[in-house]
């Protein structure tokens, strides 16, 4: 039975509201779970988390067959759970990533841990899987990418240290220039990069200081 039909006899049959009401309450609560192990991710929560703590990584490589990847991203999970992250807490994400000034798409699995993980443990594991780069953020570290690649940090707070995430579009093009993974687009600052010494994360002061504010 639909959503919609559910409602329809809550409203009209009184003497049995109550329990429609709890089904339809258990019915969207389990469609959410579903939509997050399916690589979606309401954009709420990520705003949430990201404020005390986030950190997006894959442990995808072109060079692995799909198999492997999939079994680096499981030793992924593994080792997060390790540090003490709750499963619960780690929701795959199907991603698209666009190199700046190229039309190539790579498409991977990644994870969004909504738990804080420290500044250590993300580089590590960043390292650890070779990746070009990682998102991540803390109380005191606003969410950004580091692009070991580019040696370049991106940011994606304004000038009150607000995060900027936004729905994702359909058939927007180059969406993952701008950040997206599952749901939501994450609205990086590409104008204005900082410089990364590939160890320290960057500050809620330096971001202040390119933004000028």
């Not at 109550?18 to 089904?23: A, F, N």
């Not at 692995?64 to 080792?79: A, M, V």
């Amino acid at each position: 039975m639909k959503r919609s039909q559910m409602i329809r006899i809550a409203h009209a049959n009184p003497q049995i509201r109550e329990r429609v009401l709890r089904v339809i309450e258990a019915t969207d609560y389990v469609a959410e779970l579903q939509k997050e192990s399916a690589g979606g991710l309401p954009i709420s929560k990520l705003m949430r988390y990201a404020q005390t703590g986030v950190f997006i990584v894959s442990a995808f490589r072109n060079e692995f067959s799909r198999r492997e990847n999939k079994l680096r991203n499981e030793e992924l999970r593994q080792r997060l759970v390790a540090l003490g992250v709750p499963p619960s807490k780690i929701v795959g994400l199907d991603s698209e990533w666009a190199e700046m000034g190229s039309d190539a798409v790579t498409k991977e699995k990644s994870m969004a841990v909504l738990y804080p993980v420290s500044w250590r443990d993300a580089l590590s594991l960043s390292n650890y899987y070779e990746q070009d780069g990682f998102i991540w953020s803390s109380p005191n570290n606003p969410l950004a990418m580091y692009e070991k690649s580019r040696n370049k940090v991106t940011f994606a707070v304004d000038n009150k240290m607000a995060v900027q995430l936004t729905l994702s579009e359909a058939n927007q093009e180059n969406l993952y220039s701008k950040g997206r993974g599952g749901s939501f687009d994450i609205g990086f600052n590409w104008d204005l990069p900082l410089r990364w010494n590939g160890t320290s994360p960057v500050t809620r002061e330096e971001v202040l200081e390119a933004l000028g504010a």
